[in-house]
C-alpha cells in the first residue's frame, strides 16, 4: 500500500505540472490542478493507512509471542 501511495504522490504531481504547462485556459488548469490534488490525498491517504496496519501488524506478533494475546500463540507455551 505504501509504494502504491508513492505512485499516486508522483502522479499526482505530474497531472499538475502537465496541467500547468499544457492547458491554456484557467478554469482548465483550476480543474486539473484540483484533480491532481485529489490524487495526492489519495496517496496521503494510502500511505497512512498502510503504516496503521503495519503497526498493527506488529503490536499483534509482540502480544502473540509474549502471551497476553487470545491464547493462541508462540508465547503460551512457556
Known amino acids: 500500500m505504501k509504494l502504491a501511495g508513492c505512485?499516486?504522490?508522483i502522479s499526482g504531481w505530474l497531472i499538475v505540472?502537465?496541467?500547468?504547462?499544457?492547458l491554456p485556459d484557467f478554469t482548465m488548469r483550476a480543474a486539473f490542478v484540483v484533480s491532481g490534488l485529489a490524487v495526492e490525498i489519495l496517496g496521503l491517504g494510502l500511505?497512512?493507512?498502510?503504516?496503521?496496519?503495519?503497526q498493527r501488524r506488529e503490536q499483534a506478533l509482540k502480544q502473540s509471542i509474549s502471551g497476553m494475546g487470545s491464547g493462541t500463540g508462540f508465547g503460551g507455551y512457556r
Open 7 to 9: 505512485l499516486l504522490l
Open 47 to 54: 500511505i497512512a493507512r498502510g503504516q496503521v496496519t503495519e
Open 17 to 22: 505540472l502537465a496541467a500547468l504547462a499544457m
